[in-house]
């Protein structure tokens, strides 16, 4: 049973647009929400997480956006450049508790265009 | 800081040979190490977590005596793959927590193929 949904599995956007991937979750005892980027042969980096305690948090061009109650979470990229493009996973965990035992959703590859 | 590193980046082996893969956290001591398999186009799928100093606890379905794991310091976690077959070739990645922490910092990953 996959525990983190992911959509779209692929996104194309043009250069300046803005890109929107969403994620939802069904544990609800799930409570610290992370989002990564992963270049092809590479490991994947850290991008922006959230907590439940907030509706929104914003770092430069990434924001994510939580809806706690439809427990759904999402991740915008403003102003899309080409250097963007790659695979972006949503993660789920619950802190404090299996450290570390995140679960990841299926992957969204973004292609940017010029 | 916060550097992961594995060793080595791509492999090649035969099949039946063991090949043994390497995870650093360079600049900080992690108590908590983790072992990923990756396929192409795939999300990352969690087999072990690797504690320092105690045995690993693997994932369901994943073979404990054909993955095998040491983590013997805070910076230091190996995967073995023994008796390798084509199947076991894909990506494989760690990643490790900080001693007091619980942010993920991921490796670069290791591809081995099996010929």
């Known amino acids: 049973q996959q525990q983190v949904k992911q959509s779209p599995q692929s996104l194309i956007v043009q250069k300046g647009g803005i890109s929107i991937i969403n994620c939802a979750y069904e544990?609800?005892?799930?409570?610290?929400f992370p989002w990564y980027q992963q270049f092809p042969g590479k490991g994947p980096a850290l991008l922006i997480a959230i907590r439940p305690d907030v509706s929104e948090k914003k770092e430069g061009r990434f924001t994510i956006s939580f809806n706690k109650s439809a427990k759904q979470f999402s991740l915008h990229i403003m102003d899309s450049q080409p250097g963007d493009s790659a695979t972006y996973f949503c993660?789920?965990?619950?802190?404090?508790?299996?450290?570390?035992?995140?679960?990841f959703g299926k992957g969204t590859k973004l292609s940017v265009k010029p | 800081g916060a550097v992961v590193s594995q060793h080595p980046s791509r492999v090649i082996c035969k099949s039946g040979t063991s090949v043994k893969i390497e995870c650093r956290s360079l600049d900080f001591q992690a108590t908590t190490m983790f072992w990923y398999r990756q396929f192409p186009k795939k999300s990352l799928m969690l087999m072990a977590t690797?504690?320092?100093?105690?045995?690993?606890?693997?994932e369901q379905g994943v073979e404990k005596d054909k993955f095998l794991i040491n983590h013997a310091s805070l910076t230091l976690s190996t995967l073995t793959v023994t008796s390798a077959h084509p199947e076991d070739s894909s990506f494989y990645i760690c990643?490790?927590?900080?001693?007091?922490?619980?942010?993920?910092?991921f490796g670069p990953g290791t591809r081995l193929t099996v010929l």
């Open positions: 990643s490790a927590i900080r001693t007091r922490g619980n942010e993920q910092f």
């Open positions: 993660a789920a965990m619950r802190d404090g508790g299996s450290q570390g035992n995140l679960i």
């Open positions: 544990n609800t005892a799930f409570d610290y």
């Open positions: 690797s504690n320092e100093g105690s045995k690993a606890t693997y």
